[in-house]
């Protein structure tokens, strides 16, 4: 073997497995391989300064020395050569891999899935992505015009009530942002409209005139009440019907074309098939107050026509579609409470406390 040959064979063993030389490694093996020419015994001695200028003045710097000059140039060569090598490679292997079947899909699936991403983003249901201009008009005067001012100062206050914490918004007052809410563990409101900021459902007030009431048949609670109140505005009451089309699947323009919103409610308790008469309702005929300061009002005393605040929560449920599938997502209100404002030709009876409250407890 030549010289020149077992000083290359170093530097091929210390290449990585594509044939590339590391640079540092290059910079290594060239001084070691050239010292060896000027200096044979540097492995044994120590070389002093003497020493190595003599040998400089002899030999040349190792730099200039014509047998390491040549094994740079040789090491040169052979790096362009396989980085030469190592790009045609790499391209030829990418250009291979695009070309195959399996990275088109997967090119196709992964623009796919930003689409869905940014779908999901922008295509988040609110109260204002479904009503974007909602109404001004709260009341209208003919619906009002027979009361006294009083009362009709009342009805506006209550129209345009809005409570940010106690998250108590008038029908026609909704919170724009508000939307479905999100899963928790104590705490799962996907199913009820929500502020998103505290994932609490909205409390919503509605005043109007009682159209119809079911609340007991043949004299015995039912399992499952109802009760429409027509809005004091016409607008309102279309915006309603829109808002809850909108937030339906499939969306629709009318599911309530009557115009009155209609809350239910399941009167049988959790774990029991025995229902219980609704009694959420309060006589606010003289002031409007906190539920405790109220009287209570019994919900079969409540008539057509009476002037009413209905409390309740928008909430969405599944049903079947016509394939039997439970596909469709429908909106609706769920009662919570009912107080009465004006009752028309109704006696001026005043009604005791419920019996869960003790008047004058004190321990």
């Given at each position: 073997m030549s010289q020149t040959e077992s000083a290359a064979s170093?530097?091929?063993?210390?290449?990585?497995?594509?044939?590339?030389?590391?640079?540092?490694?290059?910079?290594?093996?060239?001084?070691?391989?050239?010292?060896?020419?000027?200096?044979?015994?540097?492995?044994?001695?120590?070389?002093?300064?003497?020493?190595?200028?003599?040998?400089?003045?002899?030999?040349?710097?190792?730099?200039?020395?014509p047998y390491s000059h040549h094994l740079e140039s040789h090491l040169d060569s052979q790096r362009l050569a396989n980085d030469a090598t190592c790009n045609t490679s790499t391209k030829h292997a990418n250009t291979t891999n695009d070309n195959t079947p399996g990275n088109e899909k997967r090119r196709h699936l992964s623009t796919i899935n930003v689409k869905k991403t940014n779908e999901g983003n922008s295509g988040i249901l609110t109260v204002q992505s479904v009503v974007p201009h909602p109404t001004g008009i709260l009341i209208d005067d003919k619906q009002v015009a027979h009361y006294d001012q009083q009362l009709r100062d009342r009805l506006q206050k209550l129209s345009e009530y809005v409570n940010k914490e106690a998250n108590i918004y008038a029908l026609g007052k909704l919170l724009p942002t508000a939307t479905w809410g999100t899963f928790q563990p104590l705490a799962d409101r996907r199913d009820q409209l929500c502020n998103p900021s505290t994932n609490e459902p909205l409390i919503v007030w509605t005043v109007g005139h009682i159209t119809t009431t079911w609340f007991?048949?043949?004299?015995?609670?039912?399992?499952?009440?109802?009760?429409?109140?027509?809005?004091?505005s016409q607008s309102l009451a279309d915006q309603y019907n829109k808002l809850v089309g909108g937030l339906s699947l499939p969306q629709a323009d009318a599911l309530q074309p009557l115009g009155a919103v209609r809350a239910i409610k399941w009167q049988s308790e959790k774990g029991s098939t025995e229902p219980t008469?609704?009694?959420?309702?309060?006589?606010?005929?003289?002031?409007?107050?906190?539920?405790?300061?109220?009287?209570?009002?019994?919900?079969?005393?409540?008539?057509?026509?009476?002037?009413?605040?209905?409390?309740?929560?928008?909430?969405k449920y599944r049903s079947?579609?016509?394939?039997?599938?439970?596909?469709?997502?429908?909106?609706?209100?769920?009662?919570?409470?009912?107080?009465?404002?004006?009752?028309?030709e109704c006696e001026q009876t005043e009604y005791a406390l419920n019996s869960r409250e003790i008047t004058g407890l004190h321990i």
């Open positions: 170093p530097d091929k063993r210390s290449g990585n497995s594509e044939g590339t030389l590391d640079a540092s490694s290059t910079e290594d093996h060239t001084l070691i391989l050239a010292l060896p020419a000027t200096q044979p015994q540097l492995s044994t001695t120590m070389t002093t300064e003497a020493q190595t200028e003599d040998s400089v003045k002899q030999n040349g710097p190792v730099g200039t020395d007991t048949r043949n004299g015995e609670p039912e399992k499952q009440v109802s009760i429409c109140v027509i809005p004091l008469l609704f009694d959420e309702v309060y006589n606010a005929r003289e002031v409007f107050a906190n539920k405790k300061d109220m009287l209570y009002y019994p919900v079969t005393d409540l008539k057509k026509n009476d002037l009413a605040l209905m409390e309740g929560k928008i909430t079947k579609d016509s394939d039997n599938k439970w596909s469709l997502q429908r909106v609706q209100m769920e009662l919570t409470a009912i107080l009465l404002l004006h009752c028309n």
